[in-house]
């Protein structure tokens, strides 16, 4: 009985609820060089033209949501690599703000650990991120799923060099097990109303919001 229970929750652990899933990155206009270059990763089950996130955004990430574990975040973590180096290559000296939420948040968080040492003028907003370490709080939800969500999504860390990282946890069992898993699926979905708006966000922000509470590294 356990285990069912376990495996329901699961089912719901990372997930986003409301959104279309059609995947379709390539309908986006090429982005301008001026100015910051936005890109935005959505949680489960979200597509590029409806991931939540507002304000100057520049690019929306496609990718398969519709399941939340480590072969997502890969295919995630792959898209995004692509748009955020072509643009690179286009404006070589703009500066990149990502942001992702939940499923997106581990995204961005995989793909900083795996590209910092390789990319500058970058930081990044992690949003309910399932790969947060505490503390303040504990670790998120992909430590205890850890084995059933599989790598790259596993895990917890705050391996990201020198690229200004700001982390938002509100009261939420995605990224912070203490928040106890019956937190889940309300404090998930409506505890970030403002923190998807990427203008509230700087550009070398470098720090964690956790229960309203300002924390530095």
């Not at 949680?43 to 996130?53: A, L, M, P, R």
Request: with cysteine.
């Amino acid at each position: 009985m356990r285990a069912r229970k376990t495996a329901a929750a699961l089912a719901g652990l990372l997930m986003t609820a409301g959104f279309s899933v059609a995947q379709n990155p390539s309908a986006q206009a090429a982005a301008a060089c001026g100015g910051t270059y936005t890109i935005v990763v959505g949680g489960t089950g979200s597509s590029w033209n409806n991931d939540g996130f507002y304000g100057n955004i520049q690019q929306h990430v496609g990718y398969p949501t519709q399941i939340p574990n480590g072969a997502s975040a890969r295919a995630g973590v792959n898209e995004l690599n692509r748009l955020v180096r072509d643009q690179r290559a286009a404006c070589p000296g703009q500066h990149v703000k990502m942001g992702g939420y939940s499923l997106g948040a581990a995204v961005v968080h995989i793909w900083v650990t795996e590209n910092w040492q390789t990319f500058d003028n970058v930081n990044a907003v992690l949003i309910a991120d399932p790969k947060r370490q505490g503390p303040p709080g504990a670790n998120g939800g992909a430590v205890p799923f850890g084995g059933i969500v599989g790598a790259p999504l596993a895990g917890a860390d705050t391996f990201f060099g020198n690229v200004p990282v700001k982390t938002i946890c509100h009261w939420d069992y995605v990224c912070d097990e203490s928040a106890g898993i019956w937190t889940y699926p309300a404090n998930h979905v409506n505890n970030y109303p403002e923190d998807f708006n990427m203008d509230h966000h700087n550009d070398s922000a470098n720090e964690q919001w956790y229960n309203g509470n300002w924390y530095a590294w």
